[in-house]
């Protein structure tokens, strides 16, 4: 049964084997009955179709029918699989093959080239379906996994279209390196999961654990296996979906309007010994709006941002085969268009998938698989980053269009948003062409139940052509008023004096061969499977730039058409290897005593010889205590299924700079100058590590499983704990900066991780409604072990024992209400009423000495990255109606968030409305600042690392199935249309930016929310 689950994920196994002999008399017909992984059937029922002649297969899965009609048609039927049809056509001998029905699929999760029953599983395994993540509206997959699997963690750090994905970590960090888990599609590594097309993936599997360890050295971040859809038998299916969806920021701060931000000013200036630029009478004026020339009360958010923005998906799938060959084909189109007014930011994207298998004959399948995708990214020539900063800095009293229409001045540098988001500067187009594709073989070997051998050879093409264009743009400013009282504006270039145009090209290929001799079989209650593989990979790839400037006109963008004068360009390559072998024996007793052993023999260039292998193994086993005869008598129906589990592995990361071990050099243009001309140089970059080695993690894992209640809910509790050693890092502490070197990493960190995993189930159903409630709850933190620290670094200081990321600030405890406030504790010299007040920290004898210096920053146990992530499921059907959603939410983090504000730009209503003044002494907020003239702005401390705790309404989804007999009349198999959001509503402290901000001032294209309306038709 295992092998037909194998069959439907993974492709490599054949549908039916069948050996045609043309009859015209009555015959007898001898056949085998085995599943998708050529394992023999006992006890299978065969039965003449229109007859109650029929028989079983023995305990080798073979029968045997006399009396029969060539063109007979044999009804095949056995529990957990699907009844098929089967003509004979002629044929004696047959090989039939059953495919599992959808129920029984569900008891499978897919785990390391390869499937295993969820009973007899071993490791930690969370699986999410397809159809789940469906239901979120989203393009990207990536923000449609958090919430629905524990240990999993999701940062949505920007809605931009084309860069909106999420973060994801694996139980948290646990190196102070890249923390990205490895992505497997198909069975092969791959990049760019996350613009996969949701409609073409058939389950993603998580693995947490040892489990991982077959994937050795890349899967100390755990790994995310993705498994597409193949064909069926069956008539052909046509399906099509699409959906139309508008969207806007989750949240944009509120900005303080002129009136409010004119007496701000006022107040900058008097504090620092100035007088207020503004009266009384122009505050009035800017309240009024009776004087929009000379005094504007500008919303800058209301003038570039639009209420809602398009986003929209058409998908068109096909789907079917025979006993000889299924096919799955799939077609995709997206849109997404931004935030902005006559925005220049856009993303397209055209996809197509080929999945196709072939029973060649009862002894060798092939498997072809194609995939390509088109990513098509529009921008203005200006960064999200830079035309947020100029959008919240945008100062109210300032004009951004003038009444006539015409846009106002400039910011700084020419940075108008409300030109700079579109077009009207030029563009920057970003397209990236990217081809997948597999060729993959099984052969069974004859005589050999269980025995096949499988190969794969993938070939993956990446293009990527991006060129930005940037040309002058018109800005206007105002001269006041002609003799009839007309206003007067005249207008000047921005940005650059000439257009200016760059290139880039890139392209890469990745090239997969594996082998694999694989082996499962049963004998009675001892069930066996192990495999032992070898793979190869290579990447490589080039990199070419170009620049031109001043071209006579903006009307012609080609590199040809700039001029010569300070024309520019560079180019690069690389190329990567790795080459390993691993393998997995898996053993269970009546499927009640589990043991699995996986191993990885890995190596990569990135290590130098002696040190380019690794040996990486994991070992897993489970007791599933409800099979023992005791269980039953002892809990009944109470507690019917138990199962304990444990797993012990290590894994590798070796995410690092290339090369590290050899001494490498750059090229400098500037070099030695030899007849007053400056010429070329070579100089040595870093100081080479020649004993750089993997960084391991050694992972432990104790687990339960247990259902209640004849099934009526299901509980998963999982704890881990992670000791990640030999992390590479430099010594840039400990050795004094005037020594001038530049260091290389060594093996020198050490972190451990700990947490718990739950994932709890309830489901249900009373007379035509049915529920169902999942939750997922995880926690992970992680400690430094070690760290390179700087000679005498005080203990509250050190970097030790807190986690990654951990931030060195002042420790803020409150705001000076008054003068006699200052005096009355230690403070910075200068320090006033308004100030933010440090603490002073008890270094002596549990008491302050007096005085604010660095000796009182305080290392904080807190960074960007949640210690505890939930995820709530609440789906409901009733007739044709179904219902679902999903609250997420993420508790431990906190960011650094402090607008870029004062002389210089806009402050968010939230600060401006409970600054301190001599009217607000007791004021939530300190006294306006003008950037970080301030040494509570300019001082990194506490008051601005905020709480980003929050609870999101993450996902809802309502939808209706048009009635069966309304259906049929209309020849539609299917039809179900729905409505649905994502990121609907948000509970948090934050209220300024969305609590999955970056940190920063808010400079950053913001995260967005989506409703939803769309349609799934199948024919």
Do not use: C
Not at 224 to 252: D, M, V
Request: charged fraction near 20%; aromatic fraction near 12%.
């Amino acid at each position: 049964m295992l092998m037909a689950v194998l069959a439907v994920f993974s492709g490599d196994m054949p549908v039916s084997h069948a050996q045609s002999v043309q009859q015209t008399t009555q015959q007898t017909v001898r056949g085998k009955i085995r599943d998708g992984k050529n394992v023999s059937l006992p006890g299978v029922t065969v039965v003449l179709k229109g007859t109650t002649k029929g028989t079983v297969t023995d305990e080798k899965g073979n029968f045997t029918l006399s009396g029969v009609e060539p063109n007979s048609v044999l009804v095949i039927q056995f529990i957990g699989y699907e009844t098929q049809e089967y003509p004979l056509n002629g044929a004696s001998s047959v090989t039939i093959t059953l495919k599992e029905t959808e129920s029984q699929l569900d008891e499978y999760v897919v785990t390391g080239y390869g499937v295993t029953k969820k009973v007899t599983k071993t490791g930690s395994v969370s699986t999410v379906k397809g159809e789940e993540i469906k239901q979120a509206p989203t393009v990207n997959v990536s923000n449609a996994l958090v919430g629905r699997v524990s240990g999993l963690m999701a940062l949505n750090n920007s809605g931009e279209p084309g860069y909106d994905g999420s973060r994801i970590l694996i139980r948290g960090r646990s190196t102070f390196n890249n923390s990205d888990p490895l992505v497997v599609i198909d069975g092969i590594p791959r990049d760019g999961f996350q613009r996969l097309n949701p409609n073409d993936i058939e389950n993603i599997s998580v693995l947490k654990d040892a489990s991982a360890a077959i994937f050795g050295s890349r899967a100390a971040n755990g790994v995310i296996l993705i498994t597409t859809k193949r064909g069926k038998t069956g008539k052909p299916t046509l399906s099509y979906s699409f959906n139309q969806a508008f969207t806007q920021p989750t949240r944009i701060p509120e900005m303080a309007d002129a009136p409010t931000y004119a007496r701000i000013v006022n107040e900058i200036n008097v504090n620092a010994g100035g007088t207020a630029p503004f009266t009384d009478q122009d505050i009035q004026k800017f309240a009024s709006g009776s004087d929009p020339w000379t005094h504007p009360n500008t919303d800058w958010v209301g003038e570039v941002v639009k209420p809602l923005s398009s986003q929209n998906r058409h998908d068109l799938s096909l789907r079917g085969g025979s006993d000889k060959f299924i096919y799955f084909v799939s077609l995709g189109t997206l849109f997404q268009d931004g935030i902005f007014k006559e925005s220049a930011t856009k993303y397209r994207q055209h996809n197509v998938r080929i999945n196709l298998d072939a029973n060649v004959n009862k002894y060798f399948t092939v498997r072809l698989d194609v995939a390509g995708r088109l990513e098509d990214r529009n921008f203005p020539p200006r960064s999200a980053g830079s035309i947020f900063r100029a959008l919240l800095r945008g100062r109210p009293t300032e004009a951004a269009v003038w009444p006539n229409g015409l846009p106002g001045p400039d910011i700084e540098y020419g940075d108008n948003p409300v030109v700079t988001s579109t077009n009207a500067i030029g563009y920057q187009k970003d397209k990236t062409y990217i081809l997948n594709s597999n060729l993959g073989a099984v052969l069974y070997i004859p005589q050999v139940e269980g025995l096949f051998l499988d190969a794969n050879f993938a070939l993956d093409q990446s293009f990527n052509f991006n060129k930005r264009f940037i040309k002058p743009w018109t800005l206007y400013s105002f001269n006041g008023f002609d003799q009839n009282g007309q206003p007067k504006v005249s207008g000047s270039n921005r940005g650059v004096s000439a257009p200016e145009l760059e290139e880039w090209f890139n392209q890469g290929q990745n090239i997969t061969l594996n082998g694999k001799i694989n082996y499962i079989r049963a004998f009675g209650k001892h069930n066996v499977g192990g495999i032992v593989a070898i793979e190869r990979s290579e990447q490589r790839g080039d990199a070419a730039w170009l620049k031109r400037k001043y071209y006579l006109s903006g009307s012609v963008d080609q590199i040809n058409a700039g001029s010569n004068d300070e024309k520019d360009n560079s180019g690069s390559g690389f190329e990567y290897a790795r080459l390993n072998y691993f393998g997995r024996f898996s053993y269970n007793y009546s499927e009640k005593y589990l043991f699995d052993f996986n191993w990885r023999y890995d190596g990569s260039q990135n290590f130098p010889e002696g040190r380019r292998f690794g040996f990486f193994p994991g070992v897993s086993a489970g007791w599933v205590l409800s099979s023992e005869p005791f269980w039953k008598s002892t809990f009944g129906s109470t507690m019917d299924y138990f199962k304990i589990r444990a797993s012990y592995g290590q894994m590798g990361n070796d995410l690092i700079k290339a090369f590290q071990y050899v001494q490498t050099y750059n090229i400098i243009a500037n070099g030695p100058v030899f007849g007053g001309t400056p010429n070329s140089a070579i100089n040595p970059s870093t100081i080479p590590n020649p004993f750089i080695t993997w960084e391991r993690s050694n992972n432990t894992d104790i687990a339960l499983e247990t259902k209640l209640f004849n099934g009526l809910i299901g509980l998963e509790a999982e704890f881990f704990f992670t000791h990640r050693k030999d992390i590479l890092a430099p010594r840039q502490a400990s050795i004094p900066l005037y020594t001038g070197m530049t260091l290389p990493d060594e093996n020198i960190g050490e972190v451990k991780n700990k947490g718990v995993d739950l994932h709890i189930t309830h489901k249900r159903t009373v007379n035509k409604f049915t529920y169902e409630i999942v939750a997922n709850i995880s926690h992970a933190k992680n400690k430094i072990v070690n760290w390179d620290e700087a000679p005498n670094t005080p203990e509250w200081q050190k970097v030790t024992g807190k986690q990654i990321g951990a931030p060195l600030y002042y420790r803020a405890i409150g705001i000076f209400r008054d003068a006699d406030h200052v005096n009355s504790y230690p403070h910075v010299g200068g320090a006033r009423p308004g100030d933010i007040i440090f603490e002073d920290l008890p270094t002596k004898d549990g008491k302050g000495d007096g005085v604010i210096n660095d000796l009182d920053r305080m290392r904080i146990d807190r960074s960007e990255y949640p210690t505890w992530n939930y995820g709530l499921t609440l789906a409901a059907n009733y007739r044709n109606f179904d219902v679902t959603m999903l609250w997420q939410g993420a508790t431990g983090s906190s960011q650094y968030i402090r607008t870029e504000s004062g002389l210089i730009g806009n402050f968010p209503m939230k600060i401006a409305n409970d600054r301190w003044t001599t009217d607000n002494l007791d004021a939530s907020m300190p006294r306006p600042y003008d950037r970080d003239r301030e040494y509570w702005v300019s001082r990194p401390n506490s008051f601005w690392f905020w709480n980003t705790d929050y609870l999101r309404l993450k996902t809802v989804e309502l939808g209706y199935t048009i009635p069966e007999r309304l259906r049929k009349r209309a020849g539609i198999e299917d039809l179900r249309i729905y409505v649905s959001g994502q990121n609907l509503i948000t509970f948090d402290k934050v209220k300024i930016f969305d609590p999955e901000s970056p940190s920063g001032s808010g400079q950053f294209y913001p995260q967005t929310r989506i409703f939803n309306v769309g349609l799934n038709l199948t024919f």
